[in-house]
């Protein structure tokens, strides 16, 4: 299930709730190998030269660290909320 989901994730057809949970996925084993069997198959598709002339260059570091900040920018709003939760239940003790 969550393959698939993150498979429509990389063609741009998931909600914005639905991208929350590809991202948390991403950070699980699971999820980190189907990102590496990913790029490594999307790498491979790019080195056919037919199909490189029809598609333009996908730099694949750049997407890889772009979900990275991703992943971080939500683990860190997390942190962020559960720091403000537990401040807040300080002050009503």
Same mark, same amino acid.
């Given at each position: 299930?969550?393959? +698939?989901?993150?498979? %429509?994730?990389? &063609? &741009? !057809? =998931?909600?914005?709730?639905?991208?929350?949970?590809?991202? !948390?996925?991403?950070?699980?084993? +699971?999820?980190? +190998?189907?990102? &590496? &069997?990913? *790029?490594?198959?999307?790498?491979?598709?790019?080195?056919?030269?037919? *199909?490189? +002339?029809?598609?333009?260059? =996908?730099?694949?570091?750049? *997407?890889?660290?772009?979900? !990275?900040?991703?992943? %971080?920018?939500?683990?860190?709003?997390?942190?962020?909320?559960?720091?403000? =939760?537990?401040?807040? =239940?300080?002050?009503?003790?």
């Amino acid at each position: 299930m969550k393959k +698939e989901l993150a498979d %429509r994730f990389f &063609n &741009n !057809q =998931v909600s914005t709730h639905d991208v929350s949970d590809v991202l !948390q996925w991403f950070e699980t084993s +699971e999820g980190r +190998e189907y990102l &590496n &069997n990913r *790029l490594d198959s999307d790498k491979y598709l790019m080195s056919k030269k037919e *199909l490189a +002339e029809l598609v333009t260059d =996908v730099e694949s570091d750049k *997407l890889y660290k772009s979900i !990275q900040e991703k992943i %971080r920018y939500r683990r860190d709003l997390k942190k962020k909320r559960w720091d403000w =939760v537990s401040h807040m =239940v300080k002050i009503a003790a």
